[in-house]
């Protein structure tokens, strides 16, 4: 496993990371979530990331028993707060209150006294920003944040964000944002203001829900239990790239793998960590094969012609426009 530094903080993580949106607590059984989990720790990644509102708030419940037992010191446990995790008017968004109850709640079902980072999970525009990041900067003085980070931000967003955690002495330090060979939206805005102010990208869905694996063909109905066929919210999340002149590109990138003794999934993890802004990757998993599969991207150099080709490939089928962000 290779490592890096988050952002311009003294922090490293593995490059690749463990995150479970959509399986810990939903798609997958307990026991299979915490081979997963072992998978990841053998396969020597550090870092964890989950979020209060994944699975109902039972995902960080999930990861807190699969990593019990391990030295805390050893890992880097990241959560996120803003969705709703309850009924009540005050259970969502970035406003003190929420924020406050929502990291106590989260430390005691992953079982920890601090979380490494602990990230705005959107943009909450009807709360002022200056309570927000008031309400981050109290957690980092208690002991109950290391870090500050936000998801899915824009790059105004970000740079109104970090000039306030300078002036509160913040450790604003990441952005984590969807990112693929597909959905490249954060390249044009979000990831030149993130270098000015001292920002790298932990990305999610570098693999693009699976499609990068090449397992979707066009004119094909997906696999039965992919993601594709998830009614619980996957297929939704995966739709706007299930497109048959996306899925015909992709099919188009298996030589190129090849070529490099890759699979298409390590292929497009490698690609994400080309950018010299990324910081890590988030895999996620259903079974433990897929982790340790993920996982060999680390370290992975490509050579230009390589990520040109790609780029000739891909063409048209990519997303760029950085309106999109947080749209997926």
Not at 51 to 62: K, L
Not at 272 to 291: D, H, K, T, Y
Not at 299 to 307: F, I
Request: glycine letters at 10%.
């Amino acid at each position: 496993m290779e490592f890096r530094r988050l952002g311009h903080s003294g922090l490293s993580i593995s490059e690749i990371a463990y995150g479970n949106w959509l399986t810990h607590g939903s798609q997958i059984e307990e026991d299979r979530a915490h081979e997963c989990v072992r998978a990841a720790l053998d396969a020597g990644i550090t870092t964890f990331d989950t979020a209060d509102v994944y699975a109902g708030t039972r995902a960080e419940s999930v990861l807190g028993r699969a990593l019990a037992g391990i030295r805390r010191e050893s890992l880097e446990i990241f959560t996120k707060v803003y969705f709703p995790t309850g009924q009540g008017p005050n259970d969502r968004g970035l406003g003190r209150k929420h924020v406050m109850e929502s990291c106590t709640a989260s430390l005691r079902r992953l079982g920890t006294d601090y979380v490494d980072l602990y990230q705005a999970h959107r943009f909450d525009d009807t709360v002022p920003l200056e309570e927000t990041m008031s309400a981050f900067a109290d957690l980092v003085r208690q002991g109950k944040a290391l870090y500050i980070g936000v998801s899915e931000w824009t790059a105004e967003q970000i740079t109104r964000g970090a000039e306030l955690a300078r002036e509160l002495s913040v450790p604003l330090i990441s952005n984590q944002p969807q990112y693929s060979m597909l959905w490249r939206v954060i390249e044009s805005q979000v990831v030149p203001a993130c270098e000015r102010e001292g920002l790298s990208q932990i990305v999610w869905s570098p693999i693009a829900q699976g499609v990068l694996t090449g397992k979707y063909l066009p004119g094909q109905q997906p696999p039965e239990g992919s993601r594709a066929t998830d009614a619980g919210g996957g297929a939704d999340t995966i739709a706007h790239l299930m497109r048959d002149e996306v899925l015909r590109a992709v099919q188009q990138l298996e030589p190129i793998a090849a070529d490099l003794g890759l699979s298409r999934a390590q292929l497009a993890v490698a690609w994400v960590l080309q950018n010299p802004n990324v910081s890590a990757a988030i895999i996620g998993a259903s079974r433990p094969e897929q982790v340790a599969d993920n996982a060999a991207a680390a370290g992975v150099q490509l050579p230009q012609d390589v990520l040109t080709r790609i780029d000739e490939i891909l063409g048209g089928t990519v997303t760029g426009d950085p309106r999109h962000t947080a749209s997926h």
